[in-house]
């Protein structure tokens, strides 16, 4: 059965090729950080409506629509709960370039990236611990598992708070070289989450292409009524389209990477959340890509009309 398959099958790794992982992860949030100085928590303080609009439609949306979305599909308990960990995650790190090509404001993309890193740290384990103890097939494998949260919330610092700290400070004291290492960075990382995708699939590729078509309509309707989720808390709150854009792409791009290694260290690499998080990470690039093209063809457009 597709159920027994998913949630059972396992993908591995010994303890020294997890802090391989760990230390590899956190370069890459040192090289985003790179990118981030101080002077971008301004935007906190100068129009912080955008920047906790941002942050509630990451932290506290998103999970609600992926709680919704679970109840209402009942995926299979390993896919739920992979679903719950991708929505836990802060945003991806890709979600500035694709803000930037997308006509949004990028420096409240910024923002809300080293704000929800930061936050990450207690929110990512808080949102998936009660989350996925509120629907009750994904309560038994979190009670399987027996997590404490203090472990996760100190992995997710070091994987997170202390490269974003050490990344802001050579941008604040060194910035020309900041500029150099992050272009190096940009290409790392992508070449990493490559890597973290192969270690998902590769002993796994026969079960992820039998369930390919499941786990794709999955992650695509998620994916999208992230952007909408994002795109309509933006409305509510009347904010222009620039800012709209910059929290949409914020709540559809997720940090997959970094719910890859949370499933490895502490799921053991569980083969429906692994499998689930690797096609998210591939899926919204693609779909952060074709926004972001249509809305600047749009923009031209307009332009080209006035």
């Excluded at 932290?59 to 609600?64: A, E, K, S, V």
């Excluded at 992508?190 to 794709?216: C, D, G, H, P, T």
Aim: glycine share 8%; net charge neutral; proline share 4%.
């Amino acid at each position: 059965m597709i159920e027994n398959t998913l949630d059972s099958v396992q993908i591995n790794f010994d303890a020294e090729a997890l802090w391989l992982l760990n230390i590899v992860l956190a370069l890459v949030m040192f090289g985003i950080a790179l990118e981030i100085s101080i002077k971008d928590f301004r935007q906190l303080w100068i129009k912080p409506k955008p920047v906790f609009v941002g942050v509630v439609s990451q932290f506290l949306l998103l999970p609600l629509i992926t709680f919704l979305l679970v109840y209402l599909l009942k995926p299979y308990p390993s896919v739920a709960l992979g679903m719950f960990m991708v929505a836990a995650c802060p945003g991806g790190n890709i979600s500035n370039y694709i803000t930037h090509l997308g006509g949004g404001n990028t420096a409240l993309s910024v923002c809300l990236t080293a704000i929800a890193t930061l936050l990450a740290i207690i929110m990512t384990p808080l949102n998936l611990e009660f989350w996925g103890s509120l629907y009750q097939p994904t309560s038994v494998i979190l009670n399987s598992v027996a997590i404490e949260p203090m472990e996760m919330v100190k992995l997710v610092a070091l994987l997170l708070g202390v490269p974003l700290v050490l990344g802001m400070c050579v941008n604040h004291w060194k910035p020309l070289l900041a500029l150099k290492l992050a272009k190096f960075f940009k290409v790392f990382s992508l070449m990493f989450f490559i890597f973290l995708v192969f270690l998902a699939l590769i002993n796994n590729i026969s079960i992820f292409l039998e369930y390919v078509l499941y786990i794709f309509w999955i992650v695509l309707i998620h994916n999208l009524l992230a952007f909408l989720g994002g795109f309509g808390m933006a409305k509510v709150f009347n904010l222009n389209y620039q800012n709209s854009r910059s929290i949409t792409i914020e709540t559809g791009i997720q940090n997959s990477g970094l719910g890859l290694l949370l499933i490895f260290t502490f799921f053991d690499g569980l083969g429906g959340m692994a499998i689930l998080a690797a096609f998210w990470g591939i899926w919204h690039m693609v779909s952060g890509l074709l926004l972001a093209s249509y809305w600047n063809a749009k923009s031209v457009k307009g332009k080209t009309l006035a």
